[in-house]
């Protein structure tokens, strides 16, 4: 990644001018994982495909992380050989950011959506933390008190204050911006993370929630927390689909599943649920930003927009159909081979 040449911005870019670029290396500006890929994708140039693009993330001197779309063309010999490359970049550190502010907003957004969801996950625990001091004040009161019984109770909301401290945690890493550089991770950890944030509240709300558990192992390259706010979106859109429908029919059983299969390539996670699906003519526009059918001030018609973008990021698919009970989405995602 040696430089024979770079014309004036690049150099003002670097902090350097014109004539010190030759010599100097590229690499040095990006992370091991960026160098990487960088120059796995330099060595697939060939004279019938000589041209390759992608976004490289730069760590520039003064600047935490610059974007830049980077053309790479391979100027090659009779041979077939690489004389040198020719690149041009362009800088697309603003779009990039707004695109991250636009998926921290509608982040917050599904945050201030789950908040009735949460005050029921965390008044649980204190629910029973209250019954478990009610009825050792009463034993106590009654000079009627074992070891045994006062070390069961406690141990009992001990465990609660755990259970609530999980969800308090995890709301903090889901509030926080996702890391620079994509990671492999595990799926089922995105699942895991959802469930722990939103099943109390279904089922306080009489919605059956029915998981597959997936119980293999795969890794998919992206963020975990933004897996975890697609699926946020798409069980929270399920919810308010099942009880509109219940509103109308009272005696109604909505229920949501959550499962996932697999094959060689990729994995696929299924929410599927029976509010009675979408409206067939409006199926092409719910990925569209601020499309929503919900009131002014009740949805923000981001939700979907904004995972169909967090998916598309991760090279996978986000799309939905309708069953004969109500709307079934499927995030596809490649896997990515072991290490
Ligand atoms: P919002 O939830 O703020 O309206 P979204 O982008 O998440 O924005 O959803 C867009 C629209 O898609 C919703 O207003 C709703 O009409 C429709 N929709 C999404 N999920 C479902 C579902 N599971 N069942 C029925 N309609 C749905």
């Given at each position: 990644?040696?430089?024979?040449?770079?014309?004036?911005?690049?150099?003002?870019?670097?902090e350097l001018a014109p004539e010190q670029l030759p010599g100097v290396n590229l690499?040095?500006?990006?992370?091991?994982?960026?160098?990487?890929?960088?120059?796995?994708?330099?060595?697939?140039?060939?004279?019938?495909?000589?041209?390759?693009?992608?976004?490289?993330?730069?760590?520039?001197?003064?600047?935490?992380?610059?974007?830049?779309?980077?053309?790479?063309?391979?100027?090659?010999?009779?041979?077939?050989?690489?004389?040198?490359?020719?690149?041009?970049?362009?800088?697309?550190?603003?779009?990039?950011?707004?695109?991250?502010?636009?998926?921290?907003?509608?982040?917050?957004?599904?945050?201030?959506?789950?908040?009735?969801?949460?005050?029921?996950?965390?008044?649980?625990?204190?629910?029973?933390?209250?019954?478990?001091?009610?009825?050792?004040?009463?034993?106590?009161?009654?000079?009627?008190?074992?070891?045994?019984?006062?070390?069961?109770?406690?141990?009992?909301?001990?465990?609660?204050?755990?259970?609530?401290?999980?969800?308090?945690?995890?709301?903090?890493?889901?509030?926080r911006r996702s890391e620079i550089e994509q990671q492999p991770f595990n799926p089922?950890?995105?699942?895991?993370?959802?469930?722990?944030?939103?099943?109390?509240?279904?089922?306080?709300?009489?919605?059956?929630?029915?998981?597959?558990?997936?119980?293999?192992?795969?890794?998919?390259?992206?963020?975990?927390?933004?897996?975890?706010?697609?699926?946020?979106?798409?069980?929270?859109?399920?919810?308010?689909?099942?009880?509109?429908?219940?509103?109308?029919?009272?005696?109604?059983?909505?229920w949501i599943s959550l499962y996932a299969e697999r094959d060689t390539h990729s994995?696929?996670?299924?929410?599927?649920?029976?509010?009675?699906?979408?409206?067939?003519?409006?199926?092409?526009?719910?990925?569209?930003?601020?499309?929503?059918?919900?009131?002014?001030?009740?949805?923000?018609?981001?939700?979907?927009?904004?995972?169909?973008?967090?998916?598309?990021?991760?090279?996978?698919?986000?799309?939905?159909?309708?069953?004969?009970?109500?709307?079934?989405?499927?995030?596809?995602?490649?896997?990515?081979?072991?290490?």
């Open positions: 990644l040696t430089l024979t040449f770079g014309n004036r911005p690049l150099a003002t870019y670097l690499g040095s500006w990006m992370s091991a994982e960026q160098r990487d890929a960088f120059t796995q994708r330099l060595s697939q140039l060939s004279p019938e495909f000589p041209v390759s693009t992608a976004e490289i993330n730069l760590q520039l001197p003064g600047r935490e992380h610059a974007w830049w779309v980077w053309s790479d063309r391979g100027v090659f010999d009779e041979q077939g050989r690489l004389l040198e490359i020719q690149a041009v970049g362009r800088d697309n550190t603003e779009v990039r950011r707004s695109q991250q502010q636009l998926t921290q907003s509608a982040k917050m957004a599904t945050l201030g959506e789950m908040a009735t969801g949460l005050a029921h996950e965390i008044n649980q625990p204190l629910n029973v933390m209250r019954m478990a001091i009610v009825n050792v004040l009463k034993r106590l009161s009654n000079g009627d008190v074992q070891v045994d019984y006062l070390i069961d109770k406690l141990t009992r909301i001990d465990s609660q204050v755990q259970r609530a401290a999980r969800v308090v945690d995890h709301m903090r890493v889901f509030g089922a950890q995105a699942i895991e993370g959802t469930l722990s944030l939103l099943s109390e509240g279904m089922r306080g709300k009489g919605v059956d929630l029915r998981i597959s558990e997936t119980g293999f192992e795969v890794q998919v390259r992206g963020y975990v927390d933004q897996l975890e706010q697609v699926l946020i979106n798409l069980m929270v859109n399920a919810r308010d689909a099942l009880l509109d429908k219940r509103e109308k029919h009272p005696g109604f059983k909505p994995v696929r996670l299924w929410v599927e649920d029976n509010g009675g699906g979408i409206d067939p003519r409006l199926l092409e526009r719910i990925f569209e930003p601020f499309f929503t059918t919900k009131p002014v001030g009740v949805g923000t018609g981001l939700g979907l927009s904004v995972s169909y973008g967090i998916v598309e990021n991760m090279g996978g698919k986000l799309s939905v159909r309708n069953s004969t009970e109500g709307a079934r989405f499927c995030i596809e995602l490649p896997i990515v081979p072991a290490d």
